[in-house]
């Protein structure tokens, strides 16, 4: 089913892994009247892809957007068959992902697992309990039980990292792992032959395929935003070689110059869950401008700009009480407002298209005011709660970093798909390292591709150096705040 339509404005796709920062990116383009988002793919990263899903649709419920299609993206990195969030996201996003203020408290084991709906591990493979009467403490065991990898690769991405590794540091702390592996590679719950083959049979998810749809549609008339693992990006060009040339990708993720901020202060999060993609997606050639920690360390928000958002919203609760106490002739109802809110949010004016193509300053789009929508009180005190959750983690993780707020990556990178001036970039061919060890750097690293001294025609990525950080951060608390 096609959901994109031929409505004018500046037509952006977002592949998110909806945590704190993706849904005040979120918020931060539903701000704009001029921008037609034709959908939303919830991908694994900060949540388990389902998770990532449901929080997207709450998001954008709450902005009132409800319209907007949100599709199932990849459930783990290419080189896994499993994954499980890290407790590194969960200490800044919260186990909902959006700090304990998401849809629906989280309680089973599959709500925190990501496989392919499509392969043979499905969440009952994944997250069975077959030790149901066994207790530690007030905890009960989970038994996963798996046969073994038979060509390759990793069975289970515990936050971007194997199993195996030190730094695999699941967010689940309410059940232990324990595998039941057979040597013939059948196995099952109650020990009796079964097939636990984990094997893909291949299928595209939707969001990856409503992605290829649209850049075959639109070409460069699109804009994707990608603000979690470069997983999608990767299976859509490889599914459709074609949609390259015509990809416009806006990035959160890497480091050129500054620190990780992974266990090994090298990588960057989204760029350690799935290197291997997030390396061919540099080569592929694709116009790719990256939005890492570079700039985004840069743009810290703090209780200032949320204290505005809850005052904001005081106001405005006070309106629409005067409004609500007024003759029913002269004022429209509660719910009539809010139908006129949603009503309001689905009109684009036609403006000029925004290019990311370039990184130099495009006066237009820096200086030409956008239309501007307004959110409900609760909508505010939502995001000013969440915001509020991140920035108090932040603070906890590193004091003298983080003094000032937390950093708003992936609004960040939505702000540059709007307006690329607010970026400054210079062209680099990059990759991304792949293992550890002697010859390969750390595995997760972004860096620059030597291939580019000796072939002039390498691939080369907008790197985002400075920001206009004053700028943005003003934008971006006046566009939420409405005021």
Same mark, same amino acid.
């Given at each position: 089913?096609?959901?994109?339509?031929?409505?004018t404005? !500046?037509?952006?796709?977002?592949?998110?892994?909806?945590?704190?920062d993706? $849904?005040?990116?979120?918020a931060?383009?539903a701000?704009?009247t001029d921008i037609?988002?034709?959908?939303?793919?919830?991908?694994?990263?900060n949540? *388990?892809?389902d998770?990532?899903?449901?929080?997207?649709e709450?998001?954008?419920?709450?902005?009132?957007l409800r319209?907007i299609?949100?599709?199932?993206?990849?459930?783990h990195p290419?080189w896994?068959r499993c994954?499980?969030?890290? $407790?590194?996201? *969960?200490?800044?996003?919260?186990?909902?992902?959006?700090?304990?203020?998401?849809?629906?408290?989280?309680?089973s084991t599959?709500?925190?697992?990501?496989?392919?709906?499509?392969s043979?591990?499905?969440?009952a493979?994944? $997250?069975?309990?077959?030790? !149901?009467?066994?207790?530690?403490?007030?905890?009960?065991?989970?038994t996963?039980r798996?046969?073994?990898?038979?060509?390759?690769?990793?069975l289970?991405?515990i936050?971007?990292?194997?199993?195996?590794?030190?730094h695999?540091n699941?967010?689940?702390?309410?059940?232990?792992?324990?595998?039941?592996f057979a040597a013939?590679?059948d196995?099952?719950?109650n020990?009796?032959a079964?097939?636990?083959d984990?094997?893909?049979?291949?299928d595209i998810?939707?969001?990856?395929?409503?992605?290829i749809d649209q850049i075959?549609r639109?070409?460069r008339?699109?804009?994707?935003?990608?603000?979690?693992?470069?997983t999608d990006?990767?299976?859509a060009?490889?599914?459709?070689?074609?949609?390259?040339?015509?990809?416009?990708?806006v990035m959160?993720?890497?480091?050129?110059?500054?620190?990780?901020?992974?266990?090994?202060?090298?990588?960057?999060?989204?760029?350690?869950?799935?290197?291997?993609?997030?390396?061919?997606?540099f080569?592929?050639g694709?116009?790719?401008t990256m939005?890492?920690?570079d700039?985004?360390?840069?743009c810290?928000l703090?209780g200032?700009?949320?204290?505005?958002w809850?005052? $904001?919203?005081?106001?405005?609760?006070?309106?629409? +009480? *005067?409004?609500?106490?007024?003759?029913?002739a002269?004022?429209?109802?509660?719910?009539?407002s809010?139908?006129?809110?949603?009503?309001?949010?689905?009109?684009?004016?036609?403006?000029?298209? *925004?290019s990311?193509?370039?990184?130099?300053?495009?006066?237009?789009a820096?200086?030409?005011p956008?239309?501007?929508?307004?959110?409900?009180?609760?909508?505010?005190?939502?995001l000013a709660?969440?915001?509020?959750f991140?920035i108090?983690?932040?603070?906890?993780?590193d004091a003298?970093?983080?003094?000032a707020?937390?950093?708003?990556?992936d609004p960040?990178?939505?702000?540059?798909?709007v307006?690329?001036?607010?970026?400054s970039c210079?062209?680099?061919?990059m990759?991304v +390292?792949?293992?550890?060890?002697?010859?390969h750097?750390?595995?997760?690293?972004?860096?620059?591709?030597p291939?580019?001294?000796?072939?002039?025609?390498?691939?080369?990525?907008h790197?985002?150096l400075?920001?206009?950080?004053?700028?943005?951060?003003d934008e971006?608390s006046? !566009?939420?705040?409405?005021?």
């Amino acid at each position: 089913m096609d959901f994109a339509d031929d409505r004018t404005g !500046r037509r952006m796709i977002l592949d998110v892994d909806t945590g704190i920062d993706d $849904a005040l990116a979120l918020a931060y383009l539903a701000s704009f009247t001029d921008i037609n988002l034709l959908g939303v793919i919830g991908t694994y990263g900060n949540v *388990a892809v389902d998770t990532a899903v449901r929080n997207t649709e709450y998001v954008l419920e709450r902005l009132g957007l409800r319209h907007i299609p949100v599709m199932r993206g990849s459930a783990h990195p290419s080189w896994a068959r499993c994954f499980v969030p890290d $407790a590194g996201c *969960a200490q800044f996003h919260g186990i909902d992902g959006l700090g304990g203020f998401g849809p629906v408290p989280l309680g089973s084991t599959a709500d925190f697992l990501s496989t392919d709906s499509s392969s043979s591990v499905d969440r009952a493979d994944c $997250a069975q309990s077959t030790d !149901r009467g066994r207790i530690i403490g007030d905890r009960p065991i989970r038994t996963i039980r798996l046969s073994p990898m038979e060509n390759g690769g990793e069975l289970f991405s515990i936050g971007g990292y194997p199993l195996h590794d030190i730094h695999a540091n699941p967010s689940i702390d309410d059940f232990s792992f324990s595998f039941a592996f057979a040597a013939d590679g059948d196995v099952d719950t109650n020990g009796t032959a079964g097939n636990t083959d984990i094997d893909d049979d291949g299928d595209i998810p939707e969001g990856v395929r409503f992605l290829i749809d649209q850049i075959r549609r639109f070409g460069r008339d699109v804009t994707v935003v990608a603000t979690g693992p470069l997983t999608d990006i990767d299976m859509a060009i490889a599914e459709a070689p074609d949609i390259t040339r015509n990809l416009r990708l806006v990035m959160m993720g890497g480091s050129l110059t500054q620190e990780g901020n992974c266990w090994d202060l090298t990588a960057e999060t989204n760029m350690i869950q799935d290197p291997e993609a997030a390396d061919r997606v540099f080569h592929s050639g694709a116009d790719i401008t990256m939005v890492g920690l570079d700039v985004t360390h840069q743009c810290l928000l703090g209780g200032t700009a949320t204290r505005r958002w809850r005052d $904001a919203a005081s106001l405005r609760g006070q309106s629409s +009480e *005067a409004h609500r106490r007024a003759p029913a002739a002269s004022s429209p109802s509660s719910a009539q407002s809010e139908t006129f809110a949603q009503s309001t949010s689905s009109k684009v004016s036609a403006q000029s298209k *925004a290019s990311v193509t370039s990184p130099a300053p495009t006066p237009s789009a820096a200086s030409t005011p956008s239309p501007q929508r307004m959110f409900s009180p609760q909508t505010l005190r939502f995001l000013a709660d969440i915001a509020d959750f991140s920035i108090a983690a932040n603070l906890k993780a590193d004091a003298r970093l983080f003094s000032a707020g937390m950093p708003l990556h992936d609004p960040l990178a939505a702000a540059v798909a709007v307006d690329p001036t607010l970026v400054s970039c210079i062209d680099l061919p990059m990759k991304v +390292e792949t293992q550890t060890g002697d010859f390969h750097g750390t595995r997760g690293r972004t860096i620059g591709d030597p291939e580019g001294l000796i072939n002039p025609g390498a691939p080369r990525v907008h790197v985002a150096l400075n920001v206009d950080a004053e700028r943005f951060l003003d934008e971006f608390s006046t !566009r939420i705040a409405g005021n």
